[in-house]
């Protein structure tokens, strides 16, 4: 079981979140510690943070008060809501927040069921409660509870992976097959493309490349396809390598199957509108395409950039490794079109050109933003980074395995979102 504490200054953020996922029926309330109910036993936001408003007035000097707290099980566990709610109420103890009110929230809407818990940081005379060793605490935790409630152990899953597996590809090593081979046959298991260019952008994080072929038998056309390792540029480095050497799945009809069924699953996918929004906010608060790649990067989005010859963009993917979904800029819309971006970036770089001296930015500053979840989130699995990769900085997103990703980033757009409406209201 992971653990992920997150801690903000919206508490309302936290909580209507967290209703949101109960309005779609993709969540629920599962137990309240210290509340004030309500007659009927149904809350709304609003009816959460009375419980609150004593613990708010009273603060000294704390700025993130609310706490965010997500256990996430196996998705291999099943865990009844008895057993959730012992959990939480022995976690909660352990980390010395048995005395505060909170809330367990049940989420369904992912694959793993998972809890969320909410309550504040201060006691009741306003001071801190300690987090010190907040993160060995919690992990002790953690493995205490997977005993108690025999849950799989998260720890012991680090043995029982290959050490290469989602490791981009080193071409200067002899084993370049088994190499491209831990990525490719699993590749199309977690994450979701519609087209081979989104295929081959996801696979240029990892040193590889996809090219098709055609072969003619029988007066009948053959299609294939062929993987070729890529050096730190980008270039082909290696003998191309068929296809049917990593099995069906690397083959272009499982692939032309994958694409057919994520553009379906993609169609009506909440990924898509959140990664609009992260990806205009990046857009608004840089002024190149290096800081707009360490701005995305650091959300867990690497941006795959095409050039031409005299270094004009003619095609932009982005890789979100929080919803495991790849997108072609022209997808989201025709303002993430390549066009559009080197408008943008031109435009700047012929303002530096003709101003004297550099130019003061105007765009407001969107680094406070990231307030939700300032510890990283406890990992199952850990990989080598990577600092600089071709198309953006492949940090340690990709090192983590799919099934230890939880949904911060859902919180993260949330949590951007309130931000926006209340800066909307304040300038009204």
Same mark, same amino acid.
């Given at each position: 079981m992971v653990a992920k504490i997150g801690r903000s200054s919206n508490l309302h953020g936290a909580l209507a979140y *967290?209703?949101?996922?109960?309005?779609?029926?993709?969540?629920?309330?599962?137990?309240?510690?210290?509340?004030?109910?309500?007659?009927?036993?149904?809350?709304?936001?609003?009816?959460?943070?009375?419980?609150?408003?004593?613990?708010?007035?009273? *603060?000294?000097?704390?700025?993130?008060?609310?706490?965010?707290?997500s256990l996430n099980p196996d998705p291999n566990d099943n865990v009844s809501d008895d057993k959730f709610i012992a959990m939480a109420q022995k976690y909660m103890q352990e980390m010395g927040y048995a005395e505060q009110p909170f809330t367990v929230f049940?989420?369904?809407?992912?694959?793993?069921?998972?809890?969320?818990?909410?309550?504040?940081?201060?006691?009741?005379?306003?001071r801190k409660i300690s987090d010190k060793f907040e993160k060995r605490r919690s992990m002790a935790v953690c493995r205490e509870l997977e005993r108690k409630y025999a849950l799989l152990p998260a720890a012991e899953k680090v043995h029982n992976r290959d050490n290469k597996f989602f490791t981009p590809v080193d071409y200067r090593k002899a084993d370049i097959k088994s190499q491209i081979a831990s990525v490719v046959r699993n590749l199309r298991q977690y994450y979701k493309f519609q087209t081979l260019g989104e295929y081959n952008a996801l696979l240029s994080l990892f040193n590889i490349t996809a090219e098709k072929t055609e072969s003619h038998?029988?007066?009948?056309?053959?299609?294939?396809?062929?993987?070729?390792?890529?050096?730190?540029?980008?270039?082909?480095?290696?003998?191309?390598?068929?296809?049917?050497?990593?099995?069906?799945?690397?083959?272009?009809?499982a692939l032309d199957l994958h694409f057919a069924n994520c553009k379906e699953t993609l169609r009506h996918n909440d990924a898509k509108l959140i990664l609009k929004e992260t990806v205009f906010i990046a857009l608004q608060s840089t002024v190149n395409q290096k800081d707009? *790649?360490?701005?995305?990067?650091?959300?867990?989005? &690497?941006?795959?950039?095409? #050039?031409?010859?005299?270094?004009?963009?003619?095609?932009? #993917?982005?890789?979100?490794?929080?919803?495991?979904?790849?997108?072609?800029?022209?997808?989201?819309?025709?303002? @993430?079109?390549? &066009?559009?971006? &080197?408008?943008?970036?031109?435009?700047?770089?012929?303002?530096?050109?003709?101003?004297? !001296?550099?130019?003061?930015?105007?765009?407001?500053?969107?680094?406070?933003?990231?307030?939700? @979840?300032?510890?990283?989130?406890?990992?199952?699995?850990?990989?080598? &980074?990577?600092?600089?990769?071709?198309?953006?900085?492949?940090?340690?997103?990709? !090192?983590?395995?799919?099934?230890?990703?939880?949904?911060?980033?859902?919180?993260?757009?949330?949590? #951007?979102?309130?931000?926006?409406?209340?800066?909307?209201?304040?300038?009204?």
């Amino acid at each position: 079981m992971v653990a992920k504490i997150g801690r903000s200054s919206n508490l309302h953020g936290a909580l209507a979140y *967290n209703q949101l996922k109960i309005q779609k029926e993709k969540g629920q309330i599962l137990f309240t510690s210290k509340m004030i109910e309500t007659p009927s036993g149904i809350y709304s936001a609003a009816d959460l943070a009375r419980s609150f408003e004593p613990y708010l007035l009273a *603060n000294r000097n704390t700025e993130k008060i609310a706490l965010h707290i997500s256990l996430n099980p196996d998705p291999n566990d099943n865990v009844s809501d008895d057993k959730f709610i012992a959990m939480a109420q022995k976690y909660m103890q352990e980390m010395g927040y048995a005395e505060q009110p909170f809330t367990v929230f049940k989420h369904t809407d992912i694959d793993r069921t998972h809890i969320h818990i909410v309550t504040v940081c201060v006691d009741e005379s306003g001071r801190k409660i300690s987090d010190k060793f907040e993160k060995r605490r919690s992990m002790a935790v953690c493995r205490e509870l997977e005993r108690k409630y025999a849950l799989l152990p998260a720890a012991e899953k680090v043995h029982n992976r290959d050490n290469k597996f989602f490791t981009p590809v080193d071409y200067r090593k002899a084993d370049i097959k088994s190499q491209i081979a831990s990525v490719v046959r699993n590749l199309r298991q977690y994450y979701k493309f519609q087209t081979l260019g989104e295929y081959n952008a996801l696979l240029s994080l990892f040193n590889i490349t996809a090219e098709k072929t055609e072969s003619h038998l029988h007066g009948k056309t053959r299609q294939g396809l062929l993987y070729i390792a890529l050096n730190e540029n980008g270039e082909r480095a290696g003998h191309p390598l068929k296809a049917s050497l990593f099995g069906r799945s690397a083959c272009l009809p499982a692939l032309d199957l994958h694409f057919a069924n994520c553009k379906e699953t993609l169609r009506h996918n909440d990924a898509k509108l959140i990664l609009k929004e992260t990806v205009f906010i990046a857009l608004q608060s840089t002024v190149n395409q290096k800081d707009f *790649n360490m701005q995305l990067a650091k959300k867990g989005i &690497n941006t795959v950039v095409r #050039t031409n010859d005299t270094g004009r963009i003619y095609g932009i #993917t982005f890789v979100d490794h929080n919803s495991r979904t790849v997108w072609n800029g022209s997808h989201l819309g025709k303002e @993430f079109s390549a &066009n559009a971006f &080197n408008d943008n970036w031109s435009n700047f770089m012929k303002a530096e050109i003709t101003a004297s !001296g550099q130019p003061k930015s105007i765009l407001p500053n969107f680094d406070d933003m990231e307030d939700l @979840f300032i510890e990283k989130p406890h990992r199952l699995f850990d990989f080598p &980074n990577i600092d600089q990769q071709k198309g953006g900085l492949f940090e340690a997103w990709t !090192g983590i395995l799919p099934e230890a990703l939880g949904d911060d980033f859902d919180e993260l757009a949330w949590s #951007t979102k309130m931000k926006k409406r209340r800066k909307a209201k304040k300038y009204k």
